[in-house]
């Protein structure tokens, strides 16, 4: 299951105890979930080293995984973590969606009243934009993936053209700690509550709309295409959310944060 052995460090950890692998996962990253920890095996990339500078930082100030080990080595960064509590919020929207809106809601809160005054995390434009050029010319970036109308007729011939309009229609910041990749896989939910993040590469301070963006965008494809409802069932989820959060939509940075992730 490991592509070469493991450090001492980790090995200690889990001895030969038995794991699985997750499978919902889409990045390069392994995952293999233990009975009572969670080991993630990724290529060493800013990404990865991000992930762990943010986890450290949040031991104490958000309900995220506890670190019980961490190496770095061969160029993959190993990182042994606790098993969160709850359940994934895309498995809890199966059965009910309105108590899984809630819950998202409440999470995207808990990150909002974080005191970003002391925190050394920055996720904001300048650094998302300098890493999207980056992932464009190493090739990182998997059109693949896109929203259909992304590089469409209506849309952006190419991803060049994509970046350029990023880089020129910056909007305005409304500053606030963002999870980075707020997409129901990444959060635990409990008793109508977010209870755990995690996978947070793209954790720090930035526009709040960055994690309301990849939320819609996440209800959508869990409602619409994993549970096969019709798209009025996402509106109303969607129109759930923003009541919860007391916010009305802005379309302008809705759509800018939806295409920024196009090239992550
Ligand atoms: N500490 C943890 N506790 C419980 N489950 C976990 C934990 N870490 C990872 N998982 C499970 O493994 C999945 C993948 O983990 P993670 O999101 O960190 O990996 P990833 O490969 O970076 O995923 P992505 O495709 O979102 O980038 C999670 O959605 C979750 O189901
Ligand atoms: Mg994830």
Known sequence: MYSSPLPKNITEKIADKPCVSDTVGESDST????????????PTNENADREYA?????QTRLSVPKILAFAQENGRNLLLMSKLNGTMACD????????????????????WHMDISDCPL???LDIRLRQAKQNIENGS????????????????????????????????????????DYCLPNIFIEDGK??????????????RWQDIALCVRSLEHNICHFCGLPKS????????LYTKLGITEDPEKLKYYILLD???
């Open 31 to 42: 995952v293999l979930i233990f009975k009572d920890c969670v080991l993630k095996i990724e």
């Open 54 to 58: 943010a986890l450290q930082w949040l």
């Open 92 to 111: 809890a929207l199966a059965k009910n969606i309105p108590y899984t809106v809630q819950a998202l809601a409440d999470g995207l809160k808990t990150l």
């Open 122 to 124: 920055y996720s904001t």
């Open 141 to 180: 970036v998997d059109t693949e993936d896109f929203e259909p109308q992304t590089l469409s007729s209506n849309g952006f011939s190419d991803i060049h053209a994509l970046y350029a309009y990023l880089v020129q229609n910056q909007p305005a910041a409304d500053l606030v700690f963002t999870h980075g």
């Open 194 to 207: 977010a209870v755990g993040f995690l996978d947070l590469g793209k954790a720090g301070i930035a526009d």
């Open 233 to 240: 069932e996402f509106l109303r989820a969607k129109e759930l």
């Open 262 to 264: 196009e090239l992550f």
